[in-house]
Nanobody
Framework: QVRLVESGGGLVQSGGSLRLSCVASGGTFRFDAMSWYRQFPGKQRELVAT??????TYADSVKGRFTISRDNAKNMAYLQMNSLKPEDTAVYYC???????????????WGQGTQVTVSS
């Protein structure tokens, strides 16, 4: 059973930085994509950043401030968040996708989320 666990959230002042980490356990395969999503109260989750073999993509709202990275050897993903704003306050979720070459099925996994709060 694959499990994703996030860490690194917390309270930070506007303009500050945080680094979120996501560690995957229970699988021996390399994920085809690892992403970070966030969810504001009462809203649906939105995609923040994705890392694949083709590179990284970002939501417009975080471009130039956030950086996603991966350590495939450790099955980990990170989200470096700089110049944080109060509107970045949300629960941040790690997401991983693996496509089976044998069955063609896509498997998607989620972490439990970590709260990021940016004070003004």
């Amino acid at each position: 059973q694959v499990r994703l666990v996030e860490s690194g959230g917390g309270l930070v002042q506007s303009g500050g930085s945080l680094r979120l980490s996501c560690v995957a356990s229970g699988g021996t395969f390399r994920f085809d994509a690892m992403s970070w999503y966030r969810q504001f109260p009462g809203k649906q989750r939105e995609l923040v950043a994705t890392s694949t073999s083709d590179g990284a993509t970002y939501a417009d709202s975080v471009k130039g401030r956030f950086t996603i990275s991966r350590d495939n050897a450790k099955n980990m993903a990170y989200l470096q968040m700089n110049s944080l704003k109060p509107e970045d306050t949300a629960v941040y979720y790690c997401n991983a996708i693996w496509n089976s070459e044998v069955t063609g099925a896509e498997y998607e996994y989620w972490g439990q989320g970590t709260q990021v709060t940016v004070s003004s």
